[in-house]
């Protein structure tokens, strides 16, 4: 898994709107922004793959419709006064950094399985992070905020580490209660964030080592991972949580029920408790990052994060249903159209002559970046820059087509 702690200061990223491209570690968020200091922000997570084209690999990206269109909700929830750009500009730019990275050229295949070459390793997806956020200076809650947006992308590898049997996971001792529940709200993974602390605390002490955290809301009925849907299997069936628990609405998980549909297996919203999962056939885990991970031990701890006792459902990863999903997805994942298109693919935006142009330019300016620091060296002085690409506009063959059904089938409004 890459090292979230280490950046790539290399890579480029998107910010200030969809024109402008940085070296990471070259721009800075303003100091008195309200989105460093109140957690004034939204964000989306999204993944670019590698996938097959005949002979040849593609990078694609995973339903942004469906991302783009649950940050325009999340924008109107919180009442931003502000306009995400269109699908098609943010497209089109997300592409255009991936040029300038060279990812285009850094894919290859083993076996079956692709991979993204990357200073610090090879890894199965670029991580794409759009992030609204508070571009000015203005300190005071009820300052004037000037919202932008962001994306940042780096090369991710496997999200949660599991075994064949799947995850253990801690559940956390308190309620969880949110203020945006239904948002991708910065705001609401300040716990997730203290949840993963109280993890490591909890591994450091007890004997069953968990790789997530779980949660449950003042009714007791389990919500979600500290950035995952949690689903269950039951009589042949997949429950998840609504988002009035208190859970995301979720988008790998509108793509298992549509899956689970297509197999004739009835999919809903439904409350569980932690006393119920010795009665499931199985728990998992789903999100963009992770994908669908099969949940082995439920540990309940005490207030101290002391193991009290744990549940099992009875199947788990030895599911035949859940193992069925886990494979359909992996394939729709990687670009197979059995169940609908869910990609946009880099070709169908920038021509190959302007991605070599862009390939080029993009290393020449890293260059330039690196030769002109180098003047300073063993000074406190760093040269930053950014490149300024007015996006063409242009729409991929079909994009609104697959856009349609894709909203008609699983949009927002079904799932909140």
Not at 139 to 160: D, F, Q, S, T, W
Request: include cysteine; proline fraction near 4%.
């Amino acid at each position: 898994m890459l090292d979230l702690s280490r950046s790539h200061i290399g890579g480029f990223y998107m910010s200030d709107g969809i024109s402008k491209y940085s070296p990471l570690g070259a721009y800075h968020v303003p100091p008195l922004s309200s989105s460093l200091h109140y957690s004034n922000a939204l964000f989306e997570g999204m993944s670019i793959v590698a996938t097959r084209h005949g002979s040849s690999l593609r990078l694609g990206l995973f339903h942004p419709t469906l991302n783009f269109e649950r940050m325009r909700y999340g924008i109107s929830q919180l009442a931003l006064g502000w306009e995400l750009y269109s699908d098609e500009q943010i497209i089109e730019s997300i592409f255009t950094a991936c040029a300038l990275n060279g990812w285009n050229r850094s894919i290859e295949l083993e076996g079956v399985n692709t991979h993204i070459r990357s200073p610090l390793g090879d890894y199965q997806r670029i991580y794409v992070r759009p992030l609204v956020y508070c571009r000015n200076n203005a300190i005071g809650l009820a300052a004037e905020k000037r919202h932008e947006l962001m994306v940042c992308m780096e090369p991710m590898g496997e999200y949660l580490q599991q075994a064949d049997e799947g995850i253990n996971v801690m559940l956390f001792p308190r309620p969880r209660v949110l203020a945006f529940p239904m948002l991708k709200a910065a705001s609401n993974y300040q716990l997730s964030t203290h949840g993963l602390a109280r993890l490591a605390q909890y591994n450091r002490t007890n004997d069953i080592q968990c790789g997530e955290t779980i949660y449950a809301n003042p009714a007791g009925n389990l919500t979600e991972g500290s950035g995952e849907n949690i689903v269950m299997i039951k009589d042949n069936e997949l429950i998840t949580p609504h988002p009035r628990e208190g859970a995301l609405p979720g988008i790998t998980y509108r793509i298992a029920f549509l899956i689970a549909e297509e197999m004739g297996v009835k999919a809903r919203f439904g409350t569980f408790k932690y006393s119920d999962i010795e009665d499931a056939d199985a728990l998992f885990f789903t999100g963009n990052a992770a994908g669908l991970v099969p949940i082995s031990k439920v540990v309940k701890v005490d207030d101290e994060f002391m193991a009290q006792d744990y549940m099992e459902a009875k199947e788990g990863a030895r599911s035949q249903l859940f193992r069925k999903l886990k494979e359909e997805y992996a394939r729709l994942s990687l670009g197979d159209t059995a169940y609908g298109n869910f990609f946009t693919y880099m070709e169908d935006w920038i021509d190959e002559t302007r991605i070599g142009e862009l390939n080029n330019l993009g290393a020449d300016f890293k260059r330039l970046l690196i030769q002109e620091n180098a003047r300073f060296a063993g000074t406190n002085t760093t040269v930053s820059s950014y490149l300024e690409i007015t996006p063409k506009i242009s729409v991929a063959r079909g994009y609104f087509d697959d856009k349609k059904w894709i909203v008609e089938r699983l949009g927002i409004r079904h799932y909140i």
